[in-house]
């Protein structure tokens, strides 16, 4: 039961333009976000997380929006920059339930376009 | 800046072989966790571990997987007979807390290969 999902496996994006990256949750139990950044041979590094309580968080170039009616989240980028092409995963989990897993997406491959 | 470490970065096994993958968390996290990413793949969790006994698994992490904190630093996941399917890169994860956002979040550690032949 896939309850996180990013349905675009890929996007690709001029540089300076903007990436928006989407993901889609069931669980209404969800109250924390997470996107992560990952390189090959890498492991994933936190980028910038929202929790329920709000609807926007930004950091620098990226802003993630949580639609909770919607059980929707995205990650914008902008500017866009050929050093952010790398693979975004969002995930997801409950604050409070202690020691529970993270739930991950399938991940979108970004390619940033000189 | 803290870092969770991992040793071996790449191992190749033969099928049915004993592998024990290492990881050194972050000093003052409190939850630990292993994940793998089969190439191309998602990203799936295995388990997660708080004060010293597993608090959830996945059902890949059947009785050939087994984690230990053998001494208050390391965290190790054993794989008792391992599988062509096992490999992976393996990934473990610590984090300090939770309930309160700011510790709430997964730091990953590079990943450690496993190439099952």
């Known amino acids: 039961d896939q309850q996180v999902k990013q349905n675009s496996p890929s996007l690709s994006v001029q540089e300076g333009r903007i990436s928006i990256l989407n993901c889609d949750y069931t669980n209404s139990m969800f109250d924390y976000f997470l996107w992560y950044k990952k390189y090959p041979a890498e492991g994933p590094t936190f980028l910038i997380s929202?929790?329920?309580?709000?609807d926007k968080n930004e950091d620098g170039r990226f802003t993630v929006f949580l639609n909770k009616s919607a059980k929707h989240l995205s990650l914008h980028i902008v500017p866009s920059q050929p050093g952010d092409s790398a693979v975004y995963f969002c995930?997801?989990?409950?604050?409070?339930?202690?020691?529970?897993?993270?739930?991950f997406g399938t991940g979108t491959s970004l390619t940033v376009i000189p | 800046e803290p870092e969770v470490t991992q040793t071996p970065s790449h191992q190749v096994t033969q099928m049915g072989q004993e592998v024990i993958l290492r990881c050194v968390p972050i000093?003052?996290?409190?939850?630990f966790y292993w994940y793998r990413q089969i190439l191309g793949q998602k990203v799936e969790f295995l388990v997660s571990?708080?004060?010293?006994?597993?608090s959830e698994k996945s059902e890949i992490f059947d009785d050939q997987f087994s984690v230990e904190r053998p001494d208050g630093s390391n965290f190790t996941l054993k794989i008792r007979s391992t599988k062509l399917e096992d490999s992976a890169m393996y990934f473990c994860?610590?984090?300090w807390g939770a309930g309160l956002s700011g510790a709430n979040v997964l730091t990953f550690g590079a990943g450690s290969r496993l190439t099952v032949l």
């Open positions: 000093s003052n996290h409190l939850y």
């Open positions: 571990f708080y004060n010293n006994e597993i």
């Open positions: 929202i929790s329920s309580i709000k």
């Open positions: 995930a997801a989990n409950t604050l409070w339930n202690t020691g529970n897993q993270f739930y």
């Open positions: 994860a610590s984090r």
